[in-house]
Structures are given as structure tokens and as C-alpha cells.
């Protein structure tokens, strides 16, 4: 199992990940929000569990663990600030599956670690969601509708994986354009957006060719048809 440990201060991240170690994890370091989302997205060896401070030097904690759930289904436990209520609502809203406090004991770290995984299992979250006559396996990045396999070029799959991951919910403009393209809101404009976001939707819809699967939201963004 191996757990991607984000913390941008070197001495707690070292001891951190020696004690990770001792309990037999394979352990992943990044210091920074981008580096993270990026560990993250890397298919070829993917972490098991997140363990994510959310003081971080270059992303907000709570944008990273939104771009984060916005990719994968990874268990995320958030790291918090003592008494900052705010940041620990904020980032179980963002898809943190729990949070730990500063100061922590190293017990309560592994306890909490532990019943994430526990929860994780009991659930069996699959890699595979389905939307009527969708199927969509994010971990072979494969589609299916009504049992025939779809060919899809890779950003139009990741376009369908992040709506998949909402399970019906709308997934806004900007965070499609986020999750799949890596364009923060500041980029979202004519040219870095623009029609990518169109285009990309228009090709999806005709490749999958069930009318009504993919729901435009006006003013707002798409989600999936839950039937």
C-alpha cells in the first residue's frame, strides 16, 4: 500500500514518513499542491491514501484537495491548524475523508489512518462507475455503453472520468476546466478556455452517442444523466 505524504515543511515530513515506513506503507513525498495533484494523477503507481497538509506554499490545501477528488477516488486525510474550524469544514466539503489536528499524536494519526482504510474497504469503492447504460472503469480508463466497449481519446476520457466521479452532481465550468486541462480559474479565459471545454463536450456526446447522457447545466456547467 503506499500513501502520498504532502507537507511542505522537510523535518515533520521526514519523520512522518519514517513512521509510515515502520508500519509497512510505501511512502510518496511532495511539498507543494501542484506536485501532489500531480503525484496523484500518475497511473503507473498510484497512492492508496493521501495524507495532505493544507498550509501549503503554492496552492490553498482546500484547492488541492478539490483538484485532487476531481481525479481520483483516493482516501484524503486532511491536516488542519488548531482551532481553525473553517479549514477542517471546508476541506471534508472539498472530499477529505477525514482530518487530523496539529498538534497530533502519532496514535491518533495511525487510528484515523486505520479507520479510513477500514471504511475504504468495507465500502469496496470500485473503479468502476456506471450511468445508465454507461460504464465507465476509471482504472482501465475504458468506456462502455450497453456492453460496447467506446474508444476515447484521452481528454475526452478524463472529461468523462471527472463527471463520472460526481455521480450526478454538476461539475462547474471551472472545475472541469481545472481537472481535466490543469487551468486555474485566472486562465479561464477567452483563449485558455474558450471553446476547449465546447469542442471537447460536442466530441464526447457524439463518440458516446446515447442523447441526453451528458446534461448541459446553462449558466453553470454539465453533469451526468443518472438513468
Do not use: N
Amino acid at each position: 500500500m503506499k500513501v502520498l505524504l504532502v507537507e511542505d515543511t522537510a523535518p515533520v515530513r521526514d519523520a512522518l514518513a519514517k513512521v509510515l515506513r515502520a508500519q509497512g506503507w510505501r511512502v510518496g513525498t511532495a511539498s507543494t499542491g501542484v506536485s501532489a495533484v500531480e503525484m496523484v494523477a500518475d497511473t503507473a503507481d498510484p497512492p492508496d491514501l493521501v495524507l495532505l497538509d493544507l498550509g501549503l506554499p503554492d496552492l490553498d490545501g482546500i484547492e488541492v484537495c478539490r483538484r485532487i477528488r476531481g481525479r481520483s477516488t483516493v482516501p484524503i486525510i486532511a491536516v488542519t491548524a488548531r482551532g481553525h474550524d473553517s479549514a477542517r469544514v471546508m476541506g471534508l466539503r472539498s472530499g477529505a475523508d477525514d482530518y487530523v489536528v496539529k498538534p497530533f499524536s502519532i496514535d491518533e494519526l495511525l487510528a484515523r489512518i486505520e479507520a479510513v482504510m477500514r471504511r475504504v474497504s468495507g465500502h469496496a469503492l470500485a473503479s468502476t462507475i456506471t450511468a445508465g447504460p454507461l460504464e465507465v472503469d476509471l482504472g482501465a480508463r475504458s468506456v462502455r455503453v450497453d456492453g460496447t466497449e467506446i474508444a476515447l481519446r484521452r481528454k475526452e476520457f478524463d472529461l468523462l472520468a471527472a463527471l463520472a466521479r460526481r455521480e450526478g452532481r454538476v461539475a462547474s465550468r471551472e472545475e472541469l476546466l481545472d481537472d481535466v486541462w490543469g487551468l486555474a480559474p485566472d486562465d479561464h479565459g477567452a483563449d485558455a478556455g474558450g471553446r476547449t471545454l465546447e469542442v471537447h463536450v460536442a466530441a464526447l456526446r457524439s463518440r458516446l452517442g446515447v442523447p441526453g447522457l451528458v446534461v448541459t447545466v446553462r449558466g453553470v456547467g454539465y453533469r451526468l444523466a443518472s438513468t
